[in-house]
């Protein structure tokens, strides 16, 4: 298992998607931070992770909430994804606007 987070880890470095909004406008996008975040993730670095991008920590129970959901049906999920979206959006828009005064 380990090997297999090591290609991983190489090949999100290596083919990492550069901001179009950063590189045309010089301002940062909402997203920015994402998937570098995600690759401090997957080397453990969980401190520096969320100093990138802090949303990840919500945006990835989201997603298997949001999987789970569709294969099993759970009796709150309901509530659970309007609150995990609630504060996905808050994350990024504080995550945002830091950046943008900062």
Do not use: H
Request: hydrophobic fraction near 55%; charge should be positive; include cysteine.
């Amino acid at each position: 298992m380990y090997p297999l987070l090591t290609i991983l880890q190489l090949s999100l470095k290596e083919y990492m998607l550069p901001c179009l909004n950063k590189e045309l406008l010089g301002v940062d996008c909402p997203g920015c931070g994402l998937q570098r975040s995600v690759a401090l993730l997957f080397e453990g670095n969980l401190w520096a992770a969320f100093k990138m991008y802090p949303a990840t920590f919500t945006l990835i129970p989201l997603f298997l909430v949001l999987i789970s959901s569709k294969v099993l049906n759970f009796k709150f999920d309901n509530r659970l994804i309007i609150g995990l979206s609630i504060a996905t959006v808050a994350l990024i828009l504080i995550n945002y606007t830091t950046k943008l005064i900062f």
